[in-house]
């Protein structure tokens, strides 16, 4: 099945850097890269995503970047905001049968 | 929409009793999902369904068991609760199959210790 790795499982930044989180998957036939936002006490919500037919998507202050023959896809934070801090996990699929594979989670502490 | 419901939010278990996290989802969607998430572990897929009357396990099926008699409801039971099922518990669910994938939508999650 498919293994999703996810590094660091921390990570500290002040407010206003940027912030990476990067992910490697196992399966080649994995095509849709959904990254979840846990805040505190709450539940994983969805904040972008990409499909394997596209290398890079970005909505304002997040990015996501694929590099499918690498099996690497990556996530980028500019302009870190305290608001921004949280645990964020990365996951793949295969699209059709929806059985996602989570990574084991960043947690993101934006210093003021 | 309510969106994904579950109760209960907390639950404290004595070894060896049961109980049923009970979900529900009005969003009419065919997929739905159980997770647990221990600290520092990520999100473990338990079992999952299809559709109505259609489960499969997942990655950590054991000490769990799930029905789907309806679109709306997936309720997950745990049977001679163990310490090692101290956790909290997402029921989540998605969209019929599509070949671009879809967004899982969670619910609050249910926080439950097992002593």
């Known amino acids: 099945g498919e293994n999703v790795e996810q590094h660091p499982s921390t990570l500290s930044v002040q407010e206003g850097d940027s912030a990476v989180i990067k992910c490697t998957y196992s399966?080649?036939?994995?095509?849709?890269f959904p990254w979840y936002k846990q805040e505190l006490g709450k539940r994983p919500q969805l904040i972008i995503d990409i499909r394997s037919n596209v290398g890079e998507k970005k909505d304002q202050r997040i990015a996501v970047t694929l590099n499918k023959t690498a099996k690497h896809f990556s996530l980028h934070i500019t302009e870190t905001q305290p608001e921004d801090s949280a645990v964020y996990f990365c996951?793949?699929?295969?699209?059709?049968?929806?059985?996602?594979?989570f990574g084991i989670g960043t947690k993101l502490q934006v210093i003021p | 929409n309510a969106g994904v419901t579950q109760t209960p939010k907390f639950r404290i278990l004595k070894i060896g009793q049961s109980m049923t996290l009970q979900c529900t989802q009005d969003?009419?969607?065919?997929?739905m999902y159980w997770y647990r998430q221990d600290p520092g572990m990520g999100l473990k897929l338990i079992y999952y369904s299809v559709g109505a009357g259609i489960t499969d396990k997942g990655e950590v099926p054991n000490g769990y068991n799930v029905s789907r008699s309806t679109t709306e409801d997936f309720p997950l039971r745990l049977e001679l609760a163990a310490p090692s099922q101290t956790s909290v518990y997402f029921c989540?669910?998605?969209?019929?199959?599509?070949?671009?994938?879809?967004?899982?939508?969670f619910g609050e999650g249910s926080w439950l210790t097992v002593v």
């Open positions: 969003m009419n969607h065919n997929y």
């Open positions: 399966d080649s036939a994995s095509n849709y």
């Open positions: 996951a793949a699929s295969l699209g059709g049968y929806q059985k996602v594979t």
């Open positions: 989540a669910s998605s969209k019929l199959y599509s070949e671009i994938g879809n967004t899982i939508y």
